[in-house]
């Protein structure tokens, strides 16, 4: 079965570059969420699409940005990086009627930030 | 305050035990989801097992079991029979109000390393 493709897996950049990190969840998924996972933190959640609008919206920083696009696929921004961006960024996803509430998660994208 | 508490940030169990991983949870919602979710070293998040707030059974899947006591906010994990390949981080997270779009809410986590 499709899981949530995350890409790229890893990603090293140097302080105040950006990255970008993209997000393709599940086919028939309409709600995407994102999660910043420090070392040897819990996952933090930053942000949430539903139908290419943010629904949700936890502790991402001004410098982050993210959009949903038309097919579903979401992309997180990071600029002027910092060293405390080192982390494990999830993307998770999820059927918008789904009865549970689980979230289906990506493998991460592991940033490093020299 | 914590919504979501795992008071052990590390337990031990020998192949083929049992081990109880612990959670707490604090919400006035009269409707939420409780998750478990397994971390391997290898970083995935993976799901384990689900508890609704009205499920009057607790939660089975195979070797996981959710030990659910609602007057007490509890929702413990219970492994039978571990295995070598059980050894991980593991974090209870919890969905408040009826299932739509809220996010989950993860707590510390415990790791688990099961010895031979």
């Known amino acids: 079965a499709a899981g949530v493709i995350q890409s790229p897996r890893h990603l090293i950049k140097e302080k105040r570059e950006t990255a970008t990190l993209k997000c393709y969840p599940i086919?028939?998924?309409?709600?995407v969420y994102w999660y910043q996972q420090g070392p040897g933190q819990d996952p933090q959640f930053l942000i949430s699409?539903?139908?290419?609008?943010?629904?949700d919206k936890g502790s991402i920083p001004d410098r982050f940005s993210a959009q949903q696009f038309s097919d579903y696929h979401s992309e997180l921004n990071m600029s002027s990086l910092e060293l405390g961006d080192s982390a494990l960024y999830f993307c998770?996803?999820?059927?918008?009627?789904?009865?549970?509430?689980?979230?289906?998660f990506g493998e991460g994208s592991r940033l490093t930030v020299l | 305050a914590q919504k979501i508490t795992q008071t052990q940030p590390g337990m031990f169990v020998q192949e083929k035990e049992a081990v109880t991983l612990d959670c707490t949870y604090d919400?006035?919602?009269?409707?939420?989801?409780l998750f478990w979710y397994k971390q391997p070293s290898s970083g995935e998040m993976i799901f384990l097992i689900y508890?609704?707030?009205?499920?009057?059974q607790n939660a089975t899947e195979g070797r996981y079991s959710l030990n659910f006591q609602k007057a007490r906010k509890s929702a413990n994990l219970v492994i039978s029979a571990s295995q070598l390949g059980d050894s991980a981080m593991y974090f209870c997270?919890?969905?408040?109000?009826?299932?739509?779009?809220?996010?989950?809410?993860f707590g510390k986590g415990t790791m688990l390393l099961v010895s031979p």
């Open positions: 998770a996803s999820r059927p918008g009627a789904f009865l549970s509430g689980e979230l289906f």
């Open positions: 086919p028939r998924h309409d709600t």
């Open positions: 699409f539903y139908e290419k609008m943010q629904s």
């Open positions: 919400t006035s919602d009269q409707s939420y989801g």
């Open positions: 508890q609704g707030s009205y499920d009057e």
């Open positions: 997270a919890m969905r408040e109000g009826a299932p739509g779009y809220s996010t989950l809410t």
